[in-house]
Nanobody, 125 residues
Framework: QVRVEESGGGSVQAGESLRLSCTASGMRFDGYYSGWFRQAPGLEREAIACITPSGTSAYYRRSVKGRATVTRDAARNILYLQMDRLTTDDTARYFC??????????????????WGQGTQVTVSS
């Protein structure tokens, strides 16, 4: 079974940046579509970003486009999400996934992995 582990979250002020990391056991990010989701309290999980196995293309949710960058380090098998100019609306628990394909809206379609614990991002004004 594919397991993922997210890290890098924290408490920051609005306008600051964070870089989240994700490691996976049993699958390689350069072999699958991969990306990030987030879930705020009381809301459904939403997709943020998705990157192709080659790393040459990435797709983003409209609300984070221009502020989020998804990349992966093939040698270390780590997936990253750089979030800049954070706002209070970005407060959520962030999760990573590997799946069958990307949608244009940044969704990892049909994730193969079980959801990890996620990493909490809290942005205060």
């Amino acid at each position: 079974q594919v397991r993922v582990e997210e890290s890098g979250g924290g408490s920051v002020q609005a306008g600051e940046s964070l870089r989240l990391s994700c490691t996976a056991s049993g699958m390689r990010f350069d072999g699958y579509y991969s990306g990030w989701f987030r879930q705020a309290p009381g809301l459904e999980r939403e997709a943020i970003a998705c990157i192709t196995p080659s790393g040459t293309s990435a797709y983003y949710r409209r609300s984070v486009k221009g502020r989020a960058t998804v990349t992966r380090d093939a040698a270390r098998n780590i997936l990253y999400l750089q979030m800049d100019r954070l706002t209070t609306d970005d407060t959520a628990r962030y999760f990573c996934a590997l799946g069958r394909m990307c949608s244009d809206a940044g969704t990892v379609v049909q994730p193969y992995n079980s959801w990890g614990q996620g990493t909490q991002v809290t942005v205060s004004s």
